[in-house]
């Protein structure tokens, strides 16, 4: 099978359905960027899983999919609520158990958008509960170099992330230590009010119901997504007085699957900021309903922009660590966004970052 064979497309037809539209809305005014990004995450990771369905059952007919990673989603376009969006989903490279895909998403009209590129790790697995196991697939055949360059991207994108884990744990460099050095001694000055990293939290506890079920006794990854979004996109108005839209997806990781009757711990917390941009990392502990089991479900960092009602780029607030761990997020947060300079080319993140020395400094 050819990566042009494993096409699907879906249309949110935002330009014809008022109550579709109004669903997505963020606010009922008129407002540029004014879609709720969290419930396309949502769609997005649907599509994603339909396109790896359709192609681990073309070996194995009893096979489902789970969500293992999404990756580097950069907003090139503010996406407009009353225009229609296509989603474009292929697979591009399959390894012996996953598969990525990849979605474009547009808007069609005049001028046409391009809203965003998104990229989902999917693993096919059989069997349901404890049973469950991931099985081979079929390799994917590339007849053309533009599949082959899609597919060098795919394993691009694998292995840098595997190096920014193996850099996780590295020690700051010089310019790091000072940026961290001017930040710890801007606190010593008499009468700062600078915001510490402390400060910038929020938390919410939720409880999984057969509601959000997808496959059988688990929560659909997509609405876990949306709803770790969703706070840290609050989180991120502590730090963007004016109003903070997404700019990037730097990862999502899905560790642990959610089941019926969990309660889900959310946290999230800004960890950097330069310029324009929040960093926003949100991280998902789910507790089994009989209150034996803890683990980490889900981690993921999001990159906002603080705009005005423009859309126009302004400053976000300093934000100060005062401990070793909160030094180490930021630094985390940091490196992921220098990662992303490199490769964007067009919308927010392409623009880079002002300045990052702390006042005072």
Same mark, same amino acid.
């Given at each position: 099978?050819?990566?042009?064979?494993?096409?699907?497309?879906?249309?949110?037809?935002?330009?014809?359905?008022?109550?579709?539209?109004?669903?997505?809305?963020?606010?009922? $005014?008129? !407002?540029? =960027?004014?879609? +709720?990004?969290?419930?396309?995450?949502?769609?997005?990771?649907? #599509? @994603?899983? %339909?396109? /790896?369905?359709?192609?681990?059952?073309?070996?194995?007919?009893?096979?489902?999919?789970?969500?293992?990673?999404?990756?580097?989603?950069?907003?090139?376009?503010?996406?407009?609520?009353?225009?229609?969006?296509?989603?474009?989903?292929?697979?591009?490279?399959?390894?012996?158990?996953?598969?990525?895909?990849?979605?474009?998403?547009?808007?069609?009209?005049?001028?046409?958008?391009?809203?965003?590129?998104?990229?989902?790790?999917?693993?096919?697995?059989?069997?349901?509960?404890?049973?469950?196991?991931?099985?081979?697939?079929?390799?994917?055949?590339?007849?053309?170099?533009?599949?082959?360059?899609?597919?060098?991207?795919?394993?691009?994108?694998?292995?840098?992330?595997?190096?920014?884990?193996?850099?996780?744990?590295?020690?700051?460099?010089?310019?790091?230590? $000072?940026? !961290?050095? =001017?930040?710890? +001694?801007?606190?010593?000055?008499?009468?700062?009010?600078?915001? #510490? @990293?402390? %400060?910038? /939290?929020?938390?919410?506890?939720?409880?999984?119901?057969?509601?959000?079920?997808?496959?059988?006794?688990?929560?659909?990854?997509?609405?876990?997504?949306?709803?770790?979004?969703?706070?840290?996109?609050?989180?991120?108005?502590?730090?963007?007085?004016?109003?903070?839209?997404?700019?990037?997806?730097?990862?999502?990781?899905?560790?642990?699957?959610?089941?019926?009757?969990?309660?889900?711990?959310?946290?999230?917390?800004?960890?950097?900021?330069?310029?324009?941009?929040?960093?926003?990392?949100?991280?998902?502990?789910?507790?089994?309903?009989?209150?034996?089991?803890?683990?980490?479900?889900?981690?993921?960092?999001?990159?906002?922009?603080?705009?005005?009602?423009?859309?126009?780029?302004?400053?976000?607030?300093?934000?100060?660590?005062?401990?070793?761990?909160?030094?180490?997020?930021?630094?985390?947060? +940091?490196?992921?966004?220098?990662?992303?300079?490199?490769?964007?080319?067009?919308?927010?993140?392409?623009?880079?970052?002002?300045?990052?020395?702390?006042?005072?400094?």
């Amino acid at each position: 099978m050819t990566p042009a064979q494993t096409d699907r497309t879906l249309t949110l037809p935002l330009s014809r359905d008022l109550a579709l539209r109004r669903r997505f809305m963020v606010v009922d $005014e008129p !407002l540029q =960027g004014n879609l +709720r990004f969290g419930l396309l995450l949502e769609a997005l990771d649907k #599509l @994603a899983e %339909e396109a /790896a369905l359709d192609y681990a059952r073309s070996a194995h007919p009893q096979a489902r999919v789970v969500t293992a990673a999404v990756d580097n989603i950069l907003v090139r376009h503010p996406p407009d609520v009353e225009r229609d969006l296509e989603l474009s989903a292929r697979v591009n490279h399959v390894g012996r158990t996953s598969m990525e895909v990849g979605i474009r998403v547009t808007q069609p009209g005049d001028p046409p958008l391009h809203v965003a590129s998104c990229y989902f790790t999917m693993v096919a697995r059989l069997g349901e509960g404890d049973e469950a196991r991931s099985v081979p697939l079929p390799p994917l055949e590339y007849p053309d170099e533009r599949a082959r360059h899609r597919e060098r991207r795919a394993l691009e994108r694998r292995d840098e992330y595997r190096r920014h884990l193996a850099a996780s744990d590295e020690p700051p460099d010089r310019a790091e230590f $000072e940026l !961290l050095r =001017g930040l710890h +001694r801007a606190q010593d000055v008499p009468g700062f009010t600078g915001l #510490l @990293a402390a %400060e910038l /939290a929020t938390d919410a506890w939720e409880r999984m119901f057969p509601e959000q079920e997808n496959v059988p006794r688990k929560i659909f990854g997509g609405y876990v997504m949306r709803r770790a979004y969703e706070l840290s996109s609050i989180c991120a108005e502590h730090a963007a007085p004016e109003r903070p839209v997404l700019a990037a997806v730097n990862r999502v990781n899905f560790f642990h699957p959610v089941r019926l009757g969990d309660t889900l711990h959310f946290s999230c917390r800004v960890v950097h900021t330069a310029g324009s941009f929040v960093s926003v990392e949100a991280s998902i502990e789910r507790r089994s309903r009989d209150r034996t089991v803890r683990a980490l479900s889900n981690s993921c960092l999001f990159t906002f922009v603080n705009v005005d009602r423009e859309m126009r780029p302004r400053d976000a607030l300093a934000v100060y660590p005062t401990t070793f761990a909160e030094d180490a997020r930021l630094l985390a947060a +940091r490196r992921q966004h220098a990662a992303l300079l490199r490769h964007a080319h067009r919308g927010w993140i392409s623009e880079g970052w002002t300045s990052e020395a702390p006042a005072g400094d």
